[in-house]
């Protein structure tokens, strides 16, 4: 009898958001909650595409030109679902990723100023069919998170960006979440790291209420 399909769970949000140390608490969650558990990242997750993050994060002298940086996403994207999203969700593994497709509308997009069609033309490319089945948004105000980001030490190319490029980022990212609240579920991350904790439990404990439910 085959595998039934794993569950395929982000959380996307702009620097200092925290989703690092949320993704460990859901991962951690859900593996006490009996799940088989791939936790990874984008860009990233495999050889190749974590040596395309570091091509995309690297600060340097030559700009890159936001087209560039939207494919390479992409490319680092395609060996990741290819090598590790899709092979783990088949063997009915549950994914949490840190980031996905949202935060190439957010970031490219939104904060680029590409718009949409762009990004929605490559995913139609790299996972036409795959989608996450929830997604948690850590919302905050750019200048909070940057502000918490810049604390860490040496900043990466897209941490130097303006705070205007940022607040597209944060408006994409609210924009995603109206347009789809069954999915997005946004979570007030300006609070003190317990009370974000909590709520994005809460979210995901719903989400696996719906997911028992509907097995029986």
Known sequence: MAARRGRFITIEGGEGAGKSTHLSTMVDHLRLEGFDVVSTREPGGTGVAEAIRE??????DEPVDALTELLLMFAARAQHVARVIRPALAAGRWVVCDRFTDASYAYQAAGRQMGPHPVTLLAGL??????????????LPSATGLARARTRGMTDRFEEESDPFFDRVRQGYLDLAAAEPDRIKTVNAAGDMEY???????????????????SR
């Open 55 to 60: 091509l995309l994060l690297t600060r340097r």
């Open 126 to 139: 790299v996972h036409p069919d795959l989608k996450p089945d929830l997604t948690l948004y850590l919302d």
């Open 196 to 214: 974000v904790r909590n709520k994005v439990l809460a979210a995901l404990d719903a989400f696996l209420a719906e997911y028992r439910r509907d």
